[in-house]
Nanobody, 113 residues
Framework: QVQLVESGGGLVQPGGSLRLSCVAS????????LNWYRQAPGKERELVAN????????MYAVSVHGRFTVSRDNVKNTAYLRMNNLKPEDTAVYYC??????RGQGTQVTVSS
């Protein structure tokens, strides 16, 4: 079964950190670049980060640059999004997405004091 499953979200105070995981199964994970998106209530979906198949190149949205780090482990079929210095405006559902495969169910990140 082709699947992407996110985890690691939660409630964190401003300035805190979280690490999201995206576990892939049912396909050759290392063959595809991967995106992390987020969507907040009432807002459009935002591309947060992208990482190449080999994990050797990446890009970030301006809104998260310098605070978020995307990585992947192709042996573990897992991608990560490390989020530091979180702000209330980072509150959203975060999804991993591979255009050729689909996306996961998402994980909620809430940044609030």
């Amino acid at each position: 079964q082709v699947q992407l499953v996110e985890s690691g979200g939660g409630l964190v105070q401003p300035g805190g950190s979280l690490r999201l995981s995206c576990v892939a199964s049912g396909f050759t994970f290392s063959s595809y670049a991967l995106n992390w998106y987020r969507q907040a209530p009432g807002k459009e979906r935002e591309l947060v980060a992208n990482i190449t198949r080999a994990g050797d190149n990446w890009m970030y949205a301006v809104s998260v640059h310098g605070r978020f780090t995307v990585s992947r482990d192709n042996v573990k079929n897992t991608a990560y999004l490390r989020m530091n210095n979180l702000k209330p405006e980072d509150t959203a559902v975060y999804y991993c997405d591979i255009p050729e495969i689909g996306r996961g169910q998402g994980t909620q990140v809430t940044v609030s004091s």
